[in-house]
């Protein structure tokens, strides 16, 4: 039976015993809102682990706009039952007031892997982001913990503090699950109008084009960008927020591709904003899937 868990002190009195069993365990971070790229973390973390611990916070730290803090969708019931589902064995769901009892006046910063890509256009995000994942990571203290590689700037911002802190965790990176047409499963993607959702896909086949174009053998960064964006600028009704070109563990430009090459972009359509990203080689393999 699943165990709902509130109380931060809680979770840690009842992960004590595990820890003492030699049993290991393995984290899943969520906001909520699960779907099939939540599930595959958390099938991955069931086959890895004794114990399963998913969290469920909508973060208030990381959120730049209120209003799409105000408007992420939160459905606990189903999450809940998802969980259960995938064999989770604790969800810990705290209120804000539990993981910032008082103001948080300490945090995590990664200045220089937040400075392209998503961390230019929201300023203290991934400073939000990783300060909860360090409470969550010493809360629970996991063996494992999963991330997406569907957001490709938190996972390297993520591994490099546990790295830099000398943490004793496992970060494991888990592929992007996405809908038959590509477009990245994200819990963004039901605040879409069916016809913005008819073109969000163009986003994931610009990416797929550049790694085309890299596979093909181009190796001019600013030739890829511009003739993988040919694919967006048609579409009237999408604005381009960035397309870039980086490497993939300093997430600096690129502007020749002679090793690997992380390539992501973010887009708006009205007030949704969709990301995605594929990086080469190891996208070249698995393009036939969408
Ligand atoms: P979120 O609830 O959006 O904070 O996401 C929780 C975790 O699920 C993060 O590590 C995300 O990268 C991951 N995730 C979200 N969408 C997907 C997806 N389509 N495929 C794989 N992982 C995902």
Redesign the pocket.
Known sequence: MIEVVRDPGLLRERLVGSRRAGQSIGL???????????Q??LETARRENDVVVASIFVNPLQFNRSEDLATYPRTMETDLKLCDRCGVDIVFAPEQTDLYPAPQLTFVESPALSAHLCGEFRPGHFRGVATVVLKLFNLVQPDRA??????AQ??VIIRRMAQDFNLPITVVP?????EADGL????RNQLLTPEHRQIAPVLSRSLRQAIDLIEAGERRATVVREQALAVITPCAQVRLEYFELVDPELLTPIAHIDGPVLVAAAIWLDSVRLIDNMSWPSAAGNLASF
Do not use: C, N, W
């Open positions: 899943v971070p969520t906001m909520g809102a699960l779907h099939a790229g939540h595959a973390l999963y991330f997406g590689e569907k957001d938190q996972l888990i592929p992007t699950v996405r990245a499963i994200s819990s």
